[in-house]
């Protein structure tokens, strides 16, 4: 498997999936600086979190603009898996790759903890490691995740099963109570409509070794690897 790393100026998780991906391959990703015109011939690219151009204008609003996000949103479009991470789902929603906005935390504040999550399905790459219904523990780190659509994008969402992932409780029930930043239908990851683009909030590189305090994470790279294997 070849996985290529996007790198943007203020990213502080590229390190940190560059690793987990590692782990999982067995050989280190490339790591793309975002001024780069080619991703190089990749069987996975991720848009990894944190701050890309420190979060002015709006988070990934700059870095949607970069020379490489041309080239990974046209291979994208032909079917290369791509998986967004925080900041990276902000650039995939700021592309079009997937639907939505992602907005300001309805607290208006930061939120740095651990989370609970429901997986929705394991029919795609990133996820046959799990279990529908599972519940996992997978770390958060912003302040612009509430997911918003329109209602008729969230039941098209909903009737084309493109939920990944829902804030939940232990138990697996959603609520106000276990939804952190006040996302419509407690969504914190989508698919694109082929299953092959994700975006999700939560950091699964963050929880991917024991090292770390759990590993919840460390399914969606090792799906990632058996899928292209």
Not at 34 to 50: N, Q, Y
Request: glycine share 10%; charged share 20%.
């Amino acid at each position: 498997m070849k996985a290529s790393v996007i790198v943007f100026p203020g990213s502080n998780c590229d390190r940190d999936v560059a690793v987990s991906l590692k782990a999982a391959m067995g050989s280190r990703p490339a790591m793309v600086w975002h001024g780069e015109a080619d991703v190089p011939a990749s069987d996975l690219i991720v848009l990894p979190g944190g701050f890309s151009y420190g979060d002015y204008l709006r988070s990934g609003a700059m870095a949607a603009h970069s020379p490489i996000m041309r080239d990974v949103v046209a291979k994208a479009r032909k079917g290369t898996p791509v998986l967004g991470i925080c900041n990276g789902f902000h650039l995939l929603t700021e592309t079009g790759l997937l639907p939505g906005v992602l907005m300001r935390n309805a607290s208006l504040k930061f939120i740095c903890k651990d989370v609970l999550l429901k997986v929705e399905r394991n029919d795609t790459d990133f996820t046959r490691r799990y279990a529908p219904g599972d519940v996992i523990r997978i770390p958060i780190a912003h302040h612009d995740g509430n997911y918003f659509a329109d209602e008729d994008t969230l039941d098209r969402l909903e009737g084309e099963n493109l939920i990944a992932f829902r804030y939940c409780d232990d138990a697996g029930a959603l609520s106000d109570d276990a939804n952190p930043n006040g996302s419509q239908r407690a969504i914190a990851g989508l698919y694109n409509e082929t299953g092959t683009v994700l975006g999700l909030m939560p950091h699964p590189e963050r929880l991917a070794d024991p090292a770390l305090g759990g590993t919840d994470g460390k399914p969606m790279f090792t799906s990632l690897v058996e899928a292209f294997h």
